[in-house]
């Protein structure tokens, strides 16, 4: 300026300077600690199994790198069937002992490895953030406390196991599979509740993340865990799916993409393996105009470029109300500039590298095809190399693959809404339902808006929230299953009183199961029961049941019949055919009606099926009757059958206002709601035996819980839940919430697997049927509940109404409820 003296330049490294310009300074982490580590072994790393470093000869090697500098960090072995064959005998043998100690042994050892992690969480910190190309801030503040939270979380329930999980057990060997961008808090996620339950681990890390996985193990060594409980080998993509269909795992764990995990959906079909699978997202973040729009913006710095956006619940969807639109997208561009983004080991750096080059490209690819769209791009300067800029994409629509498609990076799309109902509407717009945020000071604007979106985690005010006691998992193509919390317990343990599962899988052609479609012709044997007062000079009248679906009694689509026989062979009654339009149609009803059932209240939903019992009741005789003709069973064990659905549907109208979920303690200053949801529409396979009581059993325990059903009554003897029409009508049941469809079980058990609009399917069948429900299930990643061909006891009170019904029932959301007006941890 003129008449002023030239202002002398400062030192880059004053602190006149620093509080002139703002900048932070460098503060490299040290890294010898971790790089000695790697030199105490050679920078050369085998299997590690019975707690022993494994190095068989003649293995091909896969170099680990650091995604920030591309440098070598180390070697690492790529393992064979072999190699899995010998991971999983030494897990098998030190099952028998583990699963064999006392709960309160097993919290000891948890608890000890607990207490390594910490002695060495810097070690674990900096391994993590050279490997991964995470921040070291990150690693160090979130990765690492989370594990040994989640080893302390699970020490307590394995001491408590005996009186919380009672009528549950170990399920045996677990082979967890886990991804590249968490890769030692998504083991802790695995390992923890299966070692707490009883069980023992073969864990396969990531192709690119395998050495913080290495070191943990050698830290459960240290901690003094038993040979063979957690063992780890390395490999590439195949090895996985070798771990996951060896015939001695028996529960497979895994978290990664949708694909894969439809893979191993496939895979693992029909061979009796518990599978839970944490998949993709593409989470919406909801910002209403009553919201604190500073901190919302902060909150999408968490929800997107939190690991640079490699994270299955990044917020990657931004809904934005119109009014505040433009000014909140102003607000995010000027945030972006701020975010700082160089070497992982930088304490002062907001983000790392992206973990390879091929997924850079990947991320590249997708942000330029919104440019071709017409999309406006913004994004700022990033460092060469694998780092990706912070990219917010806007002037995008609905369909825009950017916006259906997860991208797995630093690329986060804005759209605007008008009504809390749009908002709602667009962000269950996609097939996914891992996470969701919505930011707004009106908390009950906001915690009714969680409470509508399809997702198994909402945070209110915040994004990326974790802890070991509120699980972790998705709706819809996002997976099943959870990891933490109580709810994540019953992914490793089964029903006490089931055998082992395990089955060599039948030889199936998928493609053709079910497809044929036959009916029958004409009886002239037909059956005449003994019915007091009735002239039998007259002839006998008609008995033909038809579909049930919508509230109605339906012809079948095909028009064509089948033969019931009794058991003497001569024909009782006919019943509809179903075939693939019938399940169409009744898909539609249940539909159009399970919103509606899943919005009453616990108490009405009660009120209904006591009232079914009630129903049932007044017509007892009519249904021991029925039952003695059909299937030849005595007068007592019809009575028996009759008295015990009544007694279960008293059973389950209990349990529909007394399951609805729990607050989470987490170490989060507020509150988190666990509820447990519907699962949504349920497809249901009768079996043959106890065709009264089995059916209501499974139906009742559905429809307790909000869902609507899609059954097939017992392929034998489906005239007895047909002859449950008029009870139903008079229950005041409404119309779509149980559907009924007769004929071949097979026949429409493949449309209902093979339908998009169901979320699960219950199959009691064959074991050729329980594989393809499992197999087929995998088109939208639906729930399945198969018997393997299997028959339980209907009568027992654990195999025909235990929490397993409950389990299969429902689905847990947790919903994280911030707080801090008045005070602040």
């Not at 609905?398 to 991208?407: D, F």
């Not at 008293?650 to 729990?662: I, L």
């Not at 697997?753 to 088109?779: I, N, P, R, T």
Request: charged letters at 20%; hydrophobic letters at 40%.
């Amino acid at each position: 300026m003129a008449g002023h003296p030239e202002t002398k330049a400062l030192p880059t490294n004053s602190v006149a300077t620093i509080f002139h310009t703002m900048e932070y300074g460098p503060a490299l982490e040290d890294d010898k600690v971790a790089q000695a580590w790697l030199d105490d072994h050679g920078r050369k790393f085998g299997h590690f199994i019975n707690n022993t470093w494994v190095h068989p000869d003649d293995r091909k090697t896969y170099e680990t790198k650091d995604p920030c500098s591309g440098s070598v960090l180390a070697s690492t072995i790529q393992g064979t069937q072999e190699d899995v064959n010998q991971a999983v005998a030494a897990a098998k043998k030190a099952f028998k002992t583990w699963s064999a100690l006392s709960g309160h042994a097993r919290a000891r050892y948890l608890y000890s490895i607990a207490r390594h992690v910490q002695k060495q969480a810097r070690l674990l910190a900096v391994l993590e953030s050279m490997d991964n190309g995470k921040t070291i801030r990150e690693t160090r503040d979130c990765d690492i406390p989370l594990v040994a939270r989640h080893l302390y979380y699970h020490a307590g329930w394995a001491q408590l196991m005996d009186s919380e999980m009672v009528g549950w057990k170990s399920v045996g060997v677990v082979g967890a599979i886990v991804p590249w961008n968490f890769p030692l808090m998504l083991l802790a996620w695995k390992v923890c509740p299966a070692l707490a339950m009883g069980n023992t681990v073969v864990l396969k890390p990531a192709t690119n993340t395998r050495l913080s996985a290495l070191l943990f193990a050698e830290i459960c060594a240290e901690a003094g865990l038993p040979a063979g409980v957690f063992n780890v080998i390395t490999g590439g993509g195949a090895m996985g799916s070798m771990l996951a269909t060896h015939p001695d795992v028996d529960k497979v764990g895994f978290t990664g993409s949708t694909d894969v995990g439809q893979v191993l959906r496939r895979a693992t079909a029909g061979t009796g393996k518990k599978l839970s699978l944490e998949l993709g997202g593409k989470s919406p973040v909801i910002v209403f105009d009553s919201a604190d729009l500073d901190s919302a913006v902060e909150g999408i710095v968490d929800a997107i470029w939190f690991n640079q956006g490699q994270v299955c619940s990044a917020g990657s969807r931004l809904l934005v109300q119109e009014p505040v639109f433009d000014r909140f997208i102003e607000k995010v561009k000027q945030r972006m500039k701020t975010l700082r983004m160089g070497s992982s080991l930088d304490k002062t750096m907001d983000m790392g590298a992206i973990i390879d080059p091929t997924q850079h490209k990947f991320i590249a690819e997708y942000v330029n095809y919104a440019r071709k769209e017409g999309a406006e791009v913004f994004q700022v300067d990033a460092p060469s190399g694998c780092f990706y800029p912070p990219t917010l994409i806007t002037g995008v629509g609905t369909t825009s693959c950017t916006v259906m498609e997860e991208i797995f990076g630093p690329v986060l799309c804005a759209m605007p809404f008008r009504t809390a109902k749009e908002a709602i509407s667009l962000a269950n717009n996609t097939i996914y339902g891992l996470g969701a945020s919505v930011f707004s000071e009106q908390m009950t604007l906001a915690i009714e808006t969680a409470k509508m979106i399809k997702a198994g985690t909402v945070w209110i005010n915040c994004h990326n929230m974790f802890d070991g006691a509120a699980g972790f998992g998705g709706y819809k193509q996002s997976g099943y299953g959870r990891d933490g919390g109580k709810e994540g317990l019953f992914e490793y343990v089964k029903p006490s009183w089931q055998g082992r599962l395990s089955f060599e899988t039948p030889e199936l052609d998928c493609a053709k199961f079910g497809a044929s479609y036959m009916a029958d012709r004409p009886s002239i044997t037909p059956a005449i029961p003994e019915m007091v007062g009735i002239d039998r000079t007259l002839p006998q009248v008609d008995r033909t049941y038809k579909l049930y679906y919508g509230g109605a009694q339906k012809r079948p689509d095909g028009n064509y019949c089948r033969v019931i026989n009794d058991a003497n062979d001569r024909a009782f009654a006919l019943v509809g055919e179903s075939n693939r339009k019938d399940v169409r149609n009744a898909a539609e009803a249940a539909s159009k009606a399970q919103p509606g059932w899943d919005k009453r209240t616990g108490f009405n939903r009660s009120q209904i099926l006591f009232y079914w019992a009630e129903n049932l009741e007044q017509r007892r005789q009519e249904f021991i009757d029925h039952l003695v003709a059909l299937t030849d069973q005595s007068t007592e064990a019809a009575c028996l059958e009759v008295d015990s659905t009544v007694a279960r549907l008293f059973h389950w109208a209990s349990f529909c206002d007394k399951y609805g979920g729990a607050v989470q303690e987490t170490q989060m200053y507020g509150t988190v709601l666990k509820i447990h949801e519907a699962v949504g529409i349920i497809g249901i396979a009768c079996p043959d035996n106890a065709p009264l009581l089995s059916f209501v059993s499974l139906v009742a325990a559905a429809v307790a819980r909000g869902n609507a059903v899609i059954a097939v009554p017992s392929e034998k003897y489906p005239t007895v839940a047909l002859s449950l029409y008029q009870v139903l009508e008079t229950s005041d049941l409404p119309g779509g919430v149980i559907n009924i469809l007769t004929g071949s079980r097979d026949h429409i058990t493949k449309y209902l697997s093979e339908h998009q609009d169901l979320q699960a399917m219950w199959y009691f069948g064959s074991l050729e049927g329980s594989k393809f429900v499992e197999y087929a299930s995998a088109v939208n990643v639906k729930r399945t509940w198969v018997n393997y061909g299997l028959n339980r006891d209907w009568f027992d009170p654990h195999q025909g109404q235990g929490e397993e019904f409950l389990y299969h029932a429902t689905q847990a959301k947790n919903i994280w409820l911030t707080m801090g007006d008045i005070f602040a941890n």
